[in-house]
């Protein structure tokens, strides 16, 4: 019984930590156009993007101002179908374990790299914290 109270502790308190980790951006990041756009398109995005959220994923794709994160989120974001590509998933994951890694990059690949068809409610509220 003391082991389950301890590790329900324990859990709580990684998930408040989670929680406040992810939704800290909002004060200390500037958050690119691209990262923005990616936000916005995945806030509307059910099983994968439309065509028209498409074309603006591979301009962001090619663009010089786009950083390698970027790029590789805005590249998982075209192999989607319902749910991350297995080739992207590594690639994702290291973005979320990167040190050096934005904020609203690592909560848009974790996003992303849990996707079931459509984001969580939970979800789109953290990515409306990105377009702001």
Do not use: G, W
């Amino acid at each position: 019984m003391n082991l389950v109270k301890i590790a329900l502790s324990t859990f709580l308190s990684l998930s408040l930590l989670a929680t406040y980790s992810c939704s800290a951006f909002a004060a200390d990041e500037k958050v690119s156009a691209a990262t923005r756009t990616m936000a916005e398109i995945m806030i509307s995005l059910n099983h994968f993007p439309s065509d028209a959220d498409k074309d603006k994923l591979k301009v962001m794709a090619s663009e010089a101002t786009s950083s390698a994160d970027e790029k590789t989120i805005t590249q998982a974001l075209l192999n989607l179908k319902h749910k991350a590509a297995d080739a992207d998933k590594a690639k994702l994951e290291a973005i979320i374990k990167d040190a050096a890694a934005p904020a609203s990059l690592k909560s848009l690949a974790s996003i992303l790299l849990n996707l079931n068809h459509q984001p969580t409610d939970a979800d789109i509220a953290e990515l409306k914290k990105i377009t702001k």
